[in-house]
């Protein structure tokens, strides 16, 4: 599998995958197809057709991660989306990589963590369902 840009007409699809990685919570095909179109947003998709996607926010030399949808768990998705996510961000000259997961996501965190994130803040309250995110950063200088 490899790491692409998404694609026009792919909006609908990956707001499928977003809804369905978080159920009540997803985002709609207009967040994707302004994503897709933003100099400031690339979405990055798994797979023909999309298995998965990430979407990174570049803010001058920082870029955040806003999410990680991956359709099937457990097979490597996520963890090829995350490089893709961190190669992208350093290329559009980012130092660092941030991004929130919620506090009760154990397996999101453990994967963050193998990846080298830190834990550098927390945010009470911040989803809909009153869980607190953990806010963790990547430093991107040096040998990632």
Known sequence: MTIRPMQPGEAALLARIHAAAFPGG?????????????????????????????????LGDEAEILTIAAGRRRQGTGSRLLTGAMAAAKASGAESLFLEVSVANKAALALYDRFGFERVGLRRRYYGNGEDAAVLRRSLSGGT
């Open 26 to 58: 997803g985002w709609d095909e207009g967040f994707f197809r302004s994503a897709g179109e933003s100099a400031a947003d690339r979405v990055l998709v798994e797979g023909e057709p999309a298995l998965g996607l990430v979407v990174v926010r570049f």
